[in-house]
């Protein structure tokens, strides 16, 4: 087993219109599932950023990431290390630029999903150091095509749960080498492609229950698109 960190590293709050999970609910799932930490990739918002900091000086054994999942025009980016909301619903090739020119990591969300993912044409070519090949939100197979490409591109790989509340978080994650532990380090780690996905894609009873929650989410927004 690699010794190294495990991070969900996508995981959504009560800042997400989706979500009604607290960042405490989400901290003491952590040890349960043997996770080091998450990364806070809330909708377009930065507003649980604030928390989550104080959320590292509470819980110093763990290891928090700001992010965002970013609508673009093209489907969702992961923008890791960022605390500033990019220009939203750009090309994603424009995103990737901006995340990257701000001093964040890029990565395409669930890039072989059919909503909200960029696809496999852009996760084919986008200039970006990894893609999300295990989302704790996904179909094996969807999670399987983001695998072949990642392998094909030579890309490192992100796992995440996609939790949306507290029963999925872990689900899915990333594992960093042995020794990294700050954020900057993640970060870097990231960069270089030394990163691997790790965990589980949701069964179909599962992904049916959640089709039902997801479109009852989306009546009471009036069916806005995140």
């Not at 990294?180 to 179909?204: C, Q, Y």
């Amino acid at each position: 087993m690699n010794p190294g960190l495990r991070l969900d590293l996508h995981l959504h709050s009560a800042h997400s219109p989706d979500s009604q999970l607290t960042l405490e609910a989400a901290v003491e799932r952590l040890g349960p599932q043997g996770i080091d930490g998450f990364a806070l990739t809330d909708h377009n918002t930065v507003a649980g950023h604030a928390s989550l900091r104080l959320l590292g000086e509470r819980f110093p054994q763990y290891r928090f990431l700001p992010g965002i999942e970013v609508s673009t025009a093209d489907g969702h980016l992961l923008a890791l290390g960022l605390s500033e909301v990019p220009p939203l619903h750009r090309p994603a090739v424009e995103t990737v630029d901006w995340i990257e020119g701000h001093g964040g990591i890029a990565v395409p969300a669930h890039p072989a999903r059919l909503m909200h993912g960029v696809g496999r044409r852009l996760a084919g070519s986008l200039k970006v150091p990894a893609l999300e090949t295990v989302n704790g939100h996904n179909s094996e197979l969807a999670n399987a095509h983001a695998a072949v490409i990642a392998a094909r591109r030579t890309l490192g790989e992100t796992g995440g749960s996609d939790a949306h509340d507290a029963a999925g978080v872990g689900r899915a994650y990333t594992v960093f080498p042995e020794g990294v532990e700050r954020a900057d380090e993640l970060l870097e780690e990231l960069r270089k492609r030394h990163t691997h996905s790790a965990g589980t894609s949701l069964p179909l009873a599962e992904m049916t229950r959640l089709a039902v929650r997801t479109l009852a989410r989306r009546a009471r927004r009036g069916f806005r698109p995140i």
